[in-house]
């Protein structure tokens, strides 16, 4: 009996350790997120933006980007989600 309550407390010691371990990682994640949408040099900038029709050519320019920069265009040191983004599109 006196094995089982060791067993049931390592048990829940390790969840109480993946746990904050997995707090860790998502205050780290928002951190970072948080201080990359801050690194904007264009600010409040959209994503997309529609540009309305010139009234000499009648066409629609269609504007889409990100309110963040690329981390680094080398695919082995990139992290963040918008490098991976670049990357597809150059690569693939």
């Known amino acids: 009996m006196q094995g089982e309550s060791h ?3 390592a048990q829940v010691l390790a969840v ?5 371990v997995v707090a860790l990682c ?24 529609i540009t309305p029709p010139s009234p ?7 504007h889409i980007g990100w309110t963040t920069d690329v981390d680094s265009m080398n695919p082995f040191v990139g992290y963040a989600a918008q490098a ?8 693939d």
Request: hydrophobic content about 45%; overall charge positive; charged content about 10%.
């Open 7 to 9: 067993i049931r407390a």
């Open 16 to 20: 109480i350790a993946v746990s904050a």
């Open 26 to 49: 998502l205050a780290v994640g928002a951190t970072r997120a948080t201080a990359a949408g801050s690194a904007s040099p264009t600010g409040s900038a959209s994503p997309a933006s």
């Open 56 to 62: 000499e050519t009648g066409k629609t320019v269609l």
């Open 84 to 91: 991976y983004r670049v990357y597809s599109l150059n690569y």
